[in-house]
């Protein structure tokens, strides 16, 4: 094997490793610096044979190197991709300012923000009952996660019932944080002892019984629905507000009334006692009160109620988790350790509200099965 003048010419010490240079020089007998000189065919090889070595050293550190480039990229972007990527995040409240929304939304933002490790900040959108808020987050608003909805049940229901602009599929829940159920109440010297003297009175009088309720609200709506399961007939006395209801079953302008057991229990005490809950689980605030479903077991009743209760959840624009599913997953780990703090629930035993968070399917499942009761009774609503 030989070369094209069997002369082997070094111009560039300073590429190779000096050990390497230092074993090249002595294979062939090469001072730097000094003139090319003619080689044997068997220094040449081992010249030659040298730098390839020398060559496949270098290929292996640069190899090495580059590898370990790549690998530092990688860990530098799994890093980031467990970082929330925008620089704020705004949490709209589609309603007044002072209302329980409001309150929860704000209690919840500085713990929010030190999980994520970026200002949280709370923008109120209010009006159309929470529809006009709705829609321009909608309409307006990034699809990166950087604006999320803190929203109010049954006011969201009742802006796509009332064709609002919005659909329940335009948005993803990224969970539900507070819940209070709907409730059947009756003055506490009332002479109801139980759901079902309450029904049988009810039937015996035909029209004659006056109830209280509110407007296009779950109070209205479970109303419907307890009187159409039992086929019963009352009159209804429709209120603007929980202070107007409560105080009209306190006076007993009313014999009985529809309302969430945390406004009823907060306004008036034990001025009122309730003889149903219309949801599955027990209440924190009362856990002895009957459930309606399973008073129906007790009578011997095929009938089964939804669940009815005021809720609050976290929303965010549906394009969301398809786009950014890492980063939906940091957020919904985060709002979950929001939730579940100390601070954030004990800030809610202060208010006399039941905080408890519910993740995304849970909270899916549970809002839409209570968005299908309310579009079954639309008509109320409208």
Not at 257 to 262: N, R
Not at 298 to 314: C, T
Request: aromatic share 8%.
């Amino acid at each position: 094997m030989g070369i094209d003048k069997s002369v082997f010419i070094i111009n560039n010490p300073e590429t190779f490793l000096s050990l390497e240079w230092k074993h090249l020089m002595r294979a062939i007998n090469v001072n730097v610096g000094g003139k090319p000189r003619e080689v044997s065919e068997k220094k040449e090889k081992g010249a030659i044979n040298m730098l390839l070595r020398g060559r496949m050293m270098i290929s292996i550190v640069m190899s090495l190197f580059l590898v370990a480039c790549a690998d530092s990229e990688e860990t530098d972007a799994d890093a980031e991709d467990q970082e929330w990527h925008t620089d704020e995040l705004t949490l709209v409240v589609p309603y007044d300012t002072g209302g329980s929304a409001d309150r929860q939304a704000r209690a919840l933002a500085p713990v929010l923000e030190e999980e994520l490790d970026v200002p949280v900040l709370v923008e109120n959108r209010e009006g159309g009952a929470g529809a006009t808020g709705t829609m321009a987050h909608l309409q307006n608003d990034p699809d990166d996660g950087s604006y999320i909805i803190y929203q109010s049940h049954p006011h969201f229901d009742s802006g796509i019932v009332r064709e609002a602009g919005f659909e329940f599929d335009d948005f993803d829940f990224l969970g539900k944080t507070h819940e209070s159920p709907i409730t059947l109440f009756v003055n506490s010297d009332s002479e109801y002892d139980d759901f079902e003297s309450l029904i049988n009175t009810v039937e015996s009088n035909p029209g004659e019984i006056n109830y209280g309720m509110m407007p296009s609200s779950w109070s209205d709506i479970t109303a419907h629905v307890f009187l159409d399961e039992f086929n019963l007939d009352a009159r209804g006395v429709p209120f603007d507000g929980g202070g107007p209801l409560r105080t009209a079953l306190v006076s007993e302008e009313t014999e009985f009334t529809f309302s969430d057991i945390e406004g009823m229990l907060a306004g008036v005490g034990d001025d009122a006692r309730g003889l149903v809950v219309f949801v599955s689980e027990p209440s924190d605030h009362d856990p002895d009160m009957p459930l309606a479903n399973d008073l129906m077991d007790e009578m011997g009743l095929d009938i089964e109620f939804p669940d009815m209760a005021n809720m609050r959840s976290i929303q965010v624009k549906s394009d969301f988790r398809e786009q950014h599913p890492e980063q939906w997953d940091i957020l919904v780990e985060a709002l979950e350790n929001a939730a579940t703090s100390d601070e954030f629930i004990e800030w809610g035993e202060t208010q006399d509200m039941n905080i408890t968070w519910s993740g995304p399917e849970e909270a899916h499942d549970q809002l839409e099965e209570a968005h299908e009761v309310i579009l079954e009774y639309a008509d109320v609503i409208e």
